[in-house]
């Protein structure tokens, strides 16, 4: 609407006074010239001036103003002028500015009219152009462009997104007629849909509305194509008019979100996962058949909080109660497995289900929903599982039953044996033949202990019981009482033993005992598979802040790809090169194990078949060589040089040939012994007699070594020796518990048992 211009008639009263007295003053200065002549005339000029930029009302009352001072100043008694003609001329005078002040009013009111209709105009021009604005802003977030069609010219006109939609630009590129569109902005198959529907349109009146593909710029996109048609004054259909829609995010939406329930629904049917939606609080319940089979209902079912419920196993339904609460309260996901009960044949299901609540902007829980899911099938083979661990577990304890009897047994009978060779084969009085026989009866009974070792050992490997006993050690004293220790066997096939010590740190912590076994298979390998007339080469050296022991022999080597297998267990090396050699095959398997529960590593090289092999140990953590001076573990087989004085000893065995021979070796040492075969003689013997020592074998016929040794300590203050054919470290702890001051593993030197005596002797 124009804004209504605002009138103002006294506005210019000012000016209109101001100009009709200039013009009186004008023409008191022109009297001189004119005389008592047409003293209105130019009074007239001003009143006309007034009317034209005054309103009426301002120019009357100036015209009467200048009226009267004019009168005044040339009608006046002595003016000299004719009265008569004075009132006529003021008359006519008066009467055309009148005249002048309508014309100038109806002037003033013709321009208002024209300023409102301009204004009028512009506003109703400002607001189209506005309403053009806003159109096209909404088509371009909309994406939709408008379009008309002249039948009669056949001219099709669009708006500038309907150009931007087909990659055109307004200001330089023509719109094409509809037939050129062909090819151009529609594929052949769709332009003839869309030529269909316009040409029904234009016969029949009416509209259409398309889905279709387009080409912009070259690009494939989607459209939604409407049109009508439009109607002359007769009905007649004289164009159409439409709009073309971009809708190819829309598509490509609907593209995404169909693949995504086409996946949805995939992983719903393979993995049989239901889903259930609930309004809060909780009233009839919405599942989908596959919850519903889940809880063995029928497609059809109407379900209630009440039912779901009732299906439920009764044991499970308090805690699932709790859980859904919890959810609810907290806002914490619900996570739940519980068991479903088919009504008829009592048969159950395992289900999960996981959900979690919707809640409205003031915190109320609106809503409850979520997802089951089978998992009977995994519960079945859980509980599998767990039974199959068990019968393992069960398996496992039965065979680590059997080796340790299976051991003790093994080990029992080779106790006299080896301690009758080990006293006899430096006995001066036997011929150097026949204590050539011991020695070699000596150390093949060590090597069967050996082997029985390396079997406990590799059980501790596989089940991951293997531990170590860390103390500061000398890795080159270690090294050189072990080629001590297998000279015999080198010297039997002429082989040299070069010991090329050169590290300057060879001190760490680790379990000695367990690093020179680990040397002892090494050296032990490179004698055994080497020819007669060899050398065997260890060498030390430093490696940064590891030590590096390298084992070298000249013997048969290794075929290439072995490095690796070599140190699993019962492999032999190169067999196709050598007649199986003695042994299981165990000892770089445990040697590798050590290695590595001391943070170090083990590895073997060749050149090839016939050219030997080197075994490389690096460990990490050494010290300076002066820094440390170890001797050598126990178990090195060297009797004590400390004097023992004579002792009351009670030995116990049940194994008749060993409790002679550990008695008559007893003996010889100057020692009072007493031995027994059971618990019971035992017992009766210290009851009977006073003893400074007991020496007891852990599985008798009446009873354990255990048991009569926490009897004896109880009762008489004994302290004891366990020695046994069970070498377990529970064996070993086990005994320490008792009250035995060592635990000794058959076939034992007598050496050991001299040193074990010695600690009892001198109290440790």
């Given at each position: 609407m124009p804004r209504p211009r605002v009138h103002a008639p006294w506005k210019f009263l000012g000016v209109a006074l101001f100009v009709v007295l200039a013009s009186v003053v004008i023409r008191v200065l022109l009297h001189p010239w004119l005389g008592g002549r047409l003293p209105f005339l130019i009074l007239l000029a001003g009143v006309a001036v007034a009317a034209r930029f005054c309103r009426w009302q301002a120019a009357l009352v100036a015209s009467l103003t200048g009226f009267v001072v004019t009168a005044l100043l040339y009608v006046s008694a002595d003016s000299g002028i004719d009265h008569g003609r004075a009132s006529l001329s003021m008359i006519f005078a008066g009467s055309v500015a009148v005249i002048i002040i309508i014309l100038g009013e109806r002037f003033h009111r013709w321009r208002d009219k024209l300023e409102a209709e301009l204004e009028e105009r512009r506003e109703r021009e400002h607001s189209l152009m506005e309403q053009a604005r806003l159109l096209r802003e909404a088509q371009h977030?909309?994406?939709?462009?408008?379009?008309?069609w002249d039948a009669s010219t056949d001219v099709t006109r669009g708006s500038d997104e309907l150009y931007r939609i087909y990659g055109l630009d307004p200001a330089r590129d023509p719109m094409p007629a509809f037939k050129d569109q062909r090819g151009v902005f529609y594929p052949e198959e769709v332009w003839v849909r869309l030529n269909e529907a316009v040409q029904n349109a234009v016969k029949t009146g009416t509209g259409y509305q398309l889905e279709i593909e387009a080409f912009c710029a070259g690009k494939k996109i989607w459209v939604t194509a409407r049109g009508e048609a439009v109607k002359g004054d007769h009905g007649r259909v004289i164009g159409l008019r439409g709009t073309v829609q971009d809708i190819t995010e829309y598509k490509r939406a609907e593209e995404a979100l169909h693949l995504s329930t086409q996946r949805t629904e995939l992983v719903k049917d393979v993995a049989e996962v239901g889903y259930w939606f609930c309004d809060l609080p909780f009233d009839e319940l919405e599942w989908d058949t596959v919850v519903k089979e889940h809880f063995w209902l029928p497609a059809d079912a109407r379900v209630n909080i009440d039912l779901f419920y009732s299906i439920m196993h009764p044991d499970d339904r308090e805690r699932v109660r709790v859980s859904i609460e919890h959810s609810i309260a907290h806002k914490t996901r619900y996570d739940v497995e519980y068991r479903t009960v088919s009504p008829k044949r009592?048969?159950?299901?395992?289900?999960?289900?996981?959900?979690?609540?919707?809640?409205?902007?003031?915190?109320?829980?609106?809503?409850?929903?979520?997802?089951?899911?089978?998992?009977?099938?995994?519960?079945?083979?859980?509980?599998?599982?767990?039974?199959s661990e068990a019968a393992a577990r069960t398996a496992s304890a039965a065979k680590d039953a059997f080796i340790a009897q299976l051991s003790h047994e093994l080990r029992t009978p080779l106790t006299p044996v080896l301690m009758t060779a080990a006293e006899l084969k430096d006995d001066p009085t036997l011929p150097p033949e026949v204590r050539q026989q011991l020695r070699m009866i000596e150390r093949n009974i060590s090597l069967e202990a050996r082997l029985i070792d390396d079997l406990l050992d590799i059980t501790r490997i596989t089940r991951g019981k293997l531990s170590l006993r860390s103390e500061p050690c000398d890795v080159h004293s270690l090294l050189r009482h072990v080629a001590e220790m297998v000279r015999d066997e080198a010297r039997e096939k002429r082989i040299e033993i070069c010991l090329d010590l050169r590290a300057s740190k060879a001190c760490l912590a680790g379990d000695p005992t367990r690093l020179q076994q680990v040397f002892w298979n090494l050296l032990l390998n490179g004698i055994k598979f080497s020819p007669a007339g060899r050398r065997i080469q260890v060498r030390t050296s430093d490696?940064?802040?590891?030590?590096?022991?390298?084992?070298?022999?000249?013997?048969?080597?290794?075929?290439?790809?072995?490095?690796?297998?070599?140190?699993?267990?019962f492999e032999q090396g190169p067999i196709s090169l050598e007649p199986r050699s003695p042994g299981l095959g165990l000892g770089l398997a445990i040697a590798k194990a050590v290695i590595t529960l001391h943070g170090g590593c083990i590895s073997?090289?060749?050149?090839?078949?016939?050219?030997?092999?080197?075994?490389?140990?690096?460990?990490?953590?050494?010290?300076?060589?002066?820094?440390?001076?170890?001797?050598?573990?126990?178990?090195?087989?060297?009797?004590?040089?400390?004097?023992?004085?004579?002792?009351?000893?009670?030995?116990?065995?049940?194994?008749?040939?060993?409790?002679?021979?550990?008695?008559?070796?007893?003996?010889?040492?100057?020692?009072?012994?007493?031995?027994?075969?059971?618990k019971a003689d035992a017992v009766a013997q210290a009851g009977e007699a006073e003893f400074d020592a007991v020496l007891s074998d852990l599985g008798l016929p009446d009873g354990t070594g255990h048991e009569l040794m926490d009897l004896?300590?109880?009762?008489?203050?004994?302290?004891?020796?366990?020695?046994?054919?069970?070498?377990?470290?529970?064996?070993?702890?086990?005994?320490?518990?008792?009250?035995?001051?060592?635990?000794?593993?058959?076939?034992?030197?007598?050496?050991?048992?001299?040193?074990a005596l010695q600690l009892i002797h001198t109290g440790a």
């Open positions: 977030l909309s994406h939709i462009g408008s379009w008309d009592g048969e159950v299901k395992w289900i999960r289900a996981v959900g979690r609540t919707f809640y409205a902007e003031d915190g109320t829980a609106i809503r409850f929903d979520g997802a089951t899911f089978d998992i009977t099938a995994s519960k079945k083979a859980e509980a599998s599982l767990k039974e490696n940064h802040d590891e030590l590096c022991i390298e084992v070298e022999d000249e013997g048969i080597g290794l075929e290439p790809g072995m490095e690796a297998s070599i140190f699993e267990p073997a090289s060749s050149a090839g078949p016939g050219k030997g092999a080197r075994f490389t140990v690096v460990l990490s953590g050494v010290v300076q060589s002066a820094a440390l001076s170890e001797a050598p573990p126990e178990d090195l087989g060297q009797p004590s040089s400390d004097g023992l004085i004579a002792m009351r000893l009670l030995v116990v065995e049940d194994h008749d040939p060993t409790l002679q021979v550990l008695c008559r070796l007893l003996k010889r040492e100057g020692h009072s012994v007493v031995g027994v075969g059971t004896l300590r109880e009762r008489h203050g004994l302290r004891g020796i366990a020695f046994s054919g069970f070498g377990t470290e529970l064996d070993m702890q086990n005994s320490l518990k008792a009250g035995f001051v060592a635990h000794l593993i058959k076939p034992a030197q007598f050496s050991e048992i001299r040193r």
